[in-house]
């Protein structure tokens, strides 16, 4: 049971975790763009420290959700990633075989620094509604970041705070703390995740190896 509940704990975190040339070299493409390109064809690698590499790539796919258009991002190391942008507001829609659920999430939004929301997901765990909350703060904006040795402008940081009923998970509740980095005109380029409850610990830091954008 035990097992079962970290694993479904650790599902919920992997929604936020994603997911290097010259020092000198700069990236200027895209400053007049968004932060999640959906081109067909534009890929985006990655390297994460704890699942190795992967490739995301938009396809010419897409799904109405709750009455909104998703676009579909195949991952070269299985599954789908169904992503929204609307005014500013970025959704990613996946399926979490973990936790047998589909998972809506607000992940991102174009706003000042100091914006925060958070959004409650119910997880029955043996007849038992856990609810989880996500709870994202915008840290900083319109900032250079380097990542594998390439400088990207404009750029959002993203906190993200997980958190579980305490009386089960024990503490203040938290499962999990991140902190994601969106490049205007790239999309992810950088993020890291702490997970922590019942007994079990784990990390990652992923961060964008190469893209092309179509």
Not at 40 to 49: K, L, P, R, V
Not at 202 to 214: E, G, M
Request: hydrophobic content about 35%; charged content about 20%.
């Amino acid at each position: 049971m035990k097992t079962k509940l970290v694993a479904a704990l650790t599902a919920f975190v992997v929604v936020f975790a994603a997911c290097q040339k010259d020092p000198d070299e700069t990236d200027n493409g895209g400053t007049t763009e968004d932060y999640q390109p959906t081109s067909a064809g534009s890929t985006w690698q990655y390297n994460s420290s704890s699942s190795g590499s992967y490739t995301e790539t938009a396809t010419t796919r897409d799904s109405t959700i709750d009455g909104e258009t998703y676009v579909a991002f195949d991952n070269s190391a299985g599954g789908t990633r169904y992503v929204n942008k609307n005014n500013g507001v970025y959704k990613s829609f996946s399926y979490f075989k973990e936790i047998n659920k589909n998972l809506k999430l607000t992940y991102l939004k174009d706003a000042a620094a100091g914006t925060a929301w958070e959004e409650v997901i119910n997880y029955n765990f043996n007849g038992i509604d856990i609810p989880i909350t996500f709870k994202y703060t915008i840290t900083s904006r319109d900032a250079d970041k380097v990542v594998n040795n390439k400088t990207y402008n404009n750029v959002i940081a993203v906190d993200t705070k997980v958190s579980a009923n305490s009386l089960i998970v024990g503490g203040d509740g938290t499962v999990a703390t991140g902190e994601r980095f969106y490049a205007k005109g790239v999309g992810a380029i950088s993020s890291t995740f702490k997970f922590n409850a019942l007994g079990i610990t784990a990390n990652d830091s992923t961060y964008l190896v190469s893209h092309d954008i179509k």
